[in-house]
């Protein structure tokens, strides 16, 4: 058990005798200091009490305080004051310190104040370090977003990330699917072990192996020594494989032995290992379709899909694209030391138009660019590239002229009364209240035909 650090700082050996006498008890260290800077030098944060004499000579108690205060701002302290400077005791108080007890005291007394400060400090002291380890868990500090989509997706992470089950991630490229991946492991009981990330598509075939499961010396030609794979380094912690719709039907098998077996075998080597790793997968591909045509083992992709996380692409949550690129611009003008102030209305509505085909990675791509290359302090149009330009164009474009966009629309008024009225043109016409030749001249003009 932690011994309660009394510190008394009072420069009259009378005192000291009394305090030696009071705190005699092993559950007590008692410190004593007469100056200014021996308090200095004997005070640390653990201290849990300072009992302080108001006058030491060539400093005040005060003073004193001040300066403990600075280097440790929980600093509790009692102090203790000669009779009728009571309003030293009082700005004391009003400084920060807890308590005061005026001279000559009671033992009794002292002794019951200054249990009764380290007992309220004990109890801050848990519920900060409470309050720290809930804020430590379930941080998503950096991952950005108020649609509630992504709220329904941190909310799925925080109730699975300390369960142990693996987890396939899937997601449109550039959604944030390694990001997870890392929420997961660090809001996990294995926080503390590696997160491993493997990309497994640009591995050679012939490589993978040695890479997951290590090899021994002379396991093959240019194997010098021996190596431990991604199974092994990881152990106790999570690995995440990316891309994993890559892996060659060898490897799905291989890995898939692990997941039961949880144990691993080196190249070359005749002993078996037990690892414990977790693991996190991740594809951009419909992995069920490469189930359905036989590239992808089922019995694996059931394994890796125990809990399944969609995050969706960002043009189904534009809510979110506003505080990304606030994010982006902020980090990426504070990294280049550009004066950038903010967003022209124009500038974010581009923005928001925009499909985002590469999802966040895209918007992250373009505020770097308009940053950099952005003239004066508000991001204008003309620092996006074209293709997020062009968007809006394409779009009108798409659709055609002014007089296209009306003869779409006649057409479609037109058919639809058709249909209502079995192809017979005049009874069309009446409801339209159109000549009928004026209906079989628009017909004749539009081309519709039943
Ligand atoms: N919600 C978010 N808040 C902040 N940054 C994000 C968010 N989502 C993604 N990012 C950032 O976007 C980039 C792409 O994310 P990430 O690499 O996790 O995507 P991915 O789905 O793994 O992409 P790929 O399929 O291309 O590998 C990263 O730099 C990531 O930090
Ligand atoms: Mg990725």
Redesign the pocket.
């Known amino acids: 058990m932690k011994r309660k650090i009394v510190h008394l700082v009072d420069d009259e050996s009378i005192i000291h005798d009394i305090f030696k006498k009071i705190f005699v008890e092993s559950e007590y260290q008692l410190r004593i200091s007469e100056n200014k800077s021996q308090a200095k030098s004997n005070h640390t944060p653990d201290v849990d009490v300072v009992i302080m004499d108001q006058m030491i000579p060539g400093s005040s108690g005060m003073e004193i305080f001040k300066e403990l205060k600075k280097d440790d701002p929980e600093i509790k302290a009692i102090f203790l004051t000669a009779f009728g400077t009571i309003e030293a005791a009082i700005e004391a108080i009003k400084q920060g310190a807890l308590d005061y007890l005026q001279k000559p005291f009671n033992n009794i007394e002292l002794k019951h104040k200054v249990d009764r400060v380290i007992k309220e400090k004990k109890l801050n002291r848990e519920n900060t370090q409470l309050k720290k380890t809930l804020n430590d868990r379930f941080s998503f500090d950096?991952?950005?977003?108020r649609s509630p989509l992504?709220k329904k997706i941190l909310n799925m992470v925080e109730s699975v990330a300390d369960s142990n089950s693996t987890i396939l991630i899937t997601?449109e490229?550039?959604?944030?699917?390694?990001?997870i991946a890392k929420a997961i492991h660090s809001n996990s009981n294995r926080k503390n072990m590696p997160f491993s990330p493997f990309n497994s598509s640009n591995i050679p075939a012939t490589l993978f192996e040695s890479l997951l499961f290590g090899y021994k010396k002379g396991a093959y030609t240019g194997a010098a020594s021996d190596k431990k794979g991604v199974f092994e380094e990881a152990d106790g912690g999570t690995i995440f494989f990316?891309e994993i719709a890559n892996l060659t039907p060898e490897t799905q098998a291989k890995i898939l032995r692990v997941l039961q077996e949880k144990e691993i075998q080196p190249l070359g080597s005749n002993q078996i290992k037990k690892v414990d790793v977790r693991i996190l997968a991740?594809t951009?591909i419909d992995l069920m379709s490469k189930v359905k045509s036989g590239e992808f083992r089922e019995d694996l992709y059931y394994r890796l899909n125990i809990i399944g996380i969609h995050?969706p692409p960002l043009r189904d949550r534009k809510e979110?694209i506003p505080i990304?690129a606030d994010?982006f611009m902020k980090r990426y003008s504070r990294e280049n030391k550009k004066p950038i102030k903010g967003m022209s209305q124009k500038f974010l509505r581009q923005l928001m138009e925009y499909n985002w085909p590469g999802n966040?990675?895209e918007l992250?791509n373009a505020m770097l660019r308009a940053v950099l290359l952005n003239q004066g302090d508000l991001l204008t149009p003309d620092a996006l590239p074209q293709e997020i330009l062009s968007k809006k164009k394409q779009q009108r474009k798409e659709k055609g002229s002014f007089n296209d966009q009306v003869d779409a629309f006649k057409r479609q008024v037109i058919v639809e009364t058709l249909e209502e009225n079995s192809w017979i043109q005049k009874k069309a016409a009446e409801d339209l209240q159109l000549k009928p030749s004026t209906l079989y001249e628009l017909i004749k003009r539009l081309g519709i035909q039943k």
């Open positions: 950096n991952i950005i977003g992504l997601g490229s550039g959604t944030g699917k390694e990001l990316d991740a951009n995050l979110d990304l994010t966040i990675r992250q």
